[in-house]
């Protein structure tokens, strides 16, 4: 394993944008940081800016206003960049599909790694997620 990979799979950085959530998976997010879950002894550190990130955790249904920005976020963020879609909402715009405030789903704008499901999913299923994203990332 070279010192990139040995690096960016003990400290995983990762930047959450919600491009339309209803806020519950935004809130389990934030669980995986409590004391019962905390996420950041395994180095996994949620990061305020994009060019900071090594992953990008998405949650939401992508509606109209934040759609462009998506691929903008994606393009500036340092590479690799993994795409997390977390929650059924970001997974395939669950009962948003076919609404009038949704555009193309998530994984029509920028490669999505791995896909998070549930409404919302739990803090397990998230940070299995984010260890299957790693299992993805290759040097
Ligand atoms: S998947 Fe469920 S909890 Fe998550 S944003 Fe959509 S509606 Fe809300």
């Not at 992508?62 to 994606?74: F, W």
């Not at 690799?80 to 949704?102: I, N, R």
């Not at 920028?110 to 990332?137: D, N």
């Amino acid at each position: 394993m070279s010192l990139k990979s040995w690096a960016f799979k003990k400290s995983p950085w990762v930047f959450h944008l919600s491009a339309g959530s209803c806020n519950n998976c935004d809130i389990e997010i934030l669980d995986c940081l409590t004391p019962r879950y905390d996420v950041e002894r395994f180095g996994i550190l949620l990061v305020g800016s994009i060019r900071h990130a090594d992953i990008l955790l998405v949650t939401g249904a992508v509606n109209r206003k934040v759609a462009p920005r998506i691929r903008e976020l994606y393009d500036m963020a340092p590479r690799p960049c993994l795409v997390v879609a977390c929650g059924t909402c970001a997974c395939g715009q669950h009962m948003f599909k076919e609404s009038y405030h949704t555009m193309e789903p998530l994984d029509a704008r920028v490669p999505v790694s791995v896909y998070v499901p549930g409404c919302p999913p739990k803090p397990e299923a998230l940070i299995s997620g984010i260890v299957r994203a790693l299992q993805q990332f290759k040097v």
